[in-house]
């Protein structure tokens, strides 16, 4: 997601800042929780989230992964409702707040920033749309190698190995973000690991061949994150 705050000028940004706060979240540290009145605005400085509902019988599904440059819990304070998921780090991270009043003042101020946020709701619907679309009509197997390319799309690779996933996801956050059994996603990071489509040393993932990964889940090549 792109920045929504770049459409503010810069006596915005400083006032922005002066009353912002920031905070530095440990890995597996809860930011918000589902369900909590929604006071303001997370930005993410660094760092990774996931954002996730957990269903009637107890399991988490993660419907966003956000990085640097990513903000969170906008949907919530916009319509003044209170947050429709949770949201966790999964690495040490540093969060910047923006209480409400100051988010809508940006908006009742400046015409280019309310734009700027229309569209990225609109854009924000359009990805959960498509998730949705294909955790319905992909098989597991399909759903995992979905997974997997969306972890790199989003994170790339680990700077001193250009097939490392640069992210630690658990085999339980595995599971939330296929949609499955935590079995069953075990069992099938083994099916990958024989087929030669990733490696797994430790608990970090290698991708071996991701054209292959692509083909699997049906999705297009595109550009480094």
Same mark, same amino acid.
């Given at each position: 997601?792109?920045n929504?705050?770049?459409?503010?000028?810069?006596?915005?940004?400083?006032t922005m800042?002066?009353?912002?706060?920031?905070?530095?979240?440990?890995?597996g540290?809860?930011?918000?929780?589902?369900?909590?009145?929604a006071?303001?605005?997370?930005?993410?400085s660094?760092?990774?989230?996931?954002?996730?509902?957990?269903?009637?019988?107890g399991?988490?599904?993660i419907?966003?992964?956000?990085?640097?440059?990513?903000?969170i819990?906008?949907?919530?304070?916009?319509?003044?409702?209170p947050?429709?998921?949770?949201?966790?780090? @999964?690495?040490?991270?540093?969060?910047?707040?923006?209480?409400?009043?100051?988010?809508?003042r940006?908006?009742?101020?400046?015409?280019?920033?309310?734009?700027e946020?229309?569209?990225?709701?609109?854009?924000?619907l359009?990805?959960?749309?498509?998730?949705?679309?294909?955790?319905?009509?992909? !098989?597991?197997?399909?759903r995992?190698?979905?997974?997997?390319?969306?972890?790199?799309d !989003?994170?790339?690779?680990t700077?001193?190995?250009?097939?490392?996933?640069?992210?630690?996801?658990s085999?339980?956050?595995?599971?939330?973000?296929?949609g499955?059994?935590?079995? !069953?996603?075990?069992?099938?990071?083994?099916?990958?690991?024989?087929?030669?489509?990733?490696?797994?040393?430790g608990?970090?993932?290698?991708?071996?061949?991701?054209?292959? @990964?692509?083909?699997?889940?049906?999705i297009?090549? !595109?550009?480094?994150?």
């Amino acid at each position: 997601m792109e920045n929504i705050f770049r459409a503010l000028n810069i006596d915005e940004v400083r006032t922005m800042s002066a009353n912002k706060r920031s905070k530095v979240y440990r890995r597996g540290e809860l930011i918000f929780r589902e369900g909590e009145h929604a006071a303001g605005l997370f930005c993410l400085s660094s760092g990774k989230i996931k954002v996730f509902k957990t269903g009637e019988e107890g399991r988490d599904l993660i419907v966003r992964l956000a990085r640097g440059g990513d903000t969170i819990g906008y949907r919530a304070l916009i319509s003044r409702e209170p947050y429709y998921a949770s949201a966790v780090a @999964l690495e040490e991270s540093r969060v910047c707040f923006v209480p409400a009043d100051e988010f809508f003042r940006y908006i009742g101020m400046n015409s280019d920033f309310s734009m700027e946020l229309i569209q990225t709701l609109s854009r924000d619907l359009r990805q959960a749309e498509e998730r949705i679309l294909r955790l319905a009509q992909k !098989t597991v197997r399909e759903r995992l190698a979905d997974a997997l390319i969306l972890l790199r799309d !989003t994170y790339g690779f680990t700077p001193d190995d250009d097939k490392m996933l640069d992210v630690h996801l658990s085999r339980e956050d595995f599971a939330s973000l296929v949609g499955t059994a935590t079995e !069953t996603v075990i069992r099938l990071i083994s099916d990958f690991r024989s087929e030669g489509f990733i490696e797994t040393p430790g608990k970090r993932v290698r991708l071996l061949d991701e054209k292959a @990964l692509r083909q699997l889940a049906g999705i297009h090549p !595109t550009g480094k994150p």
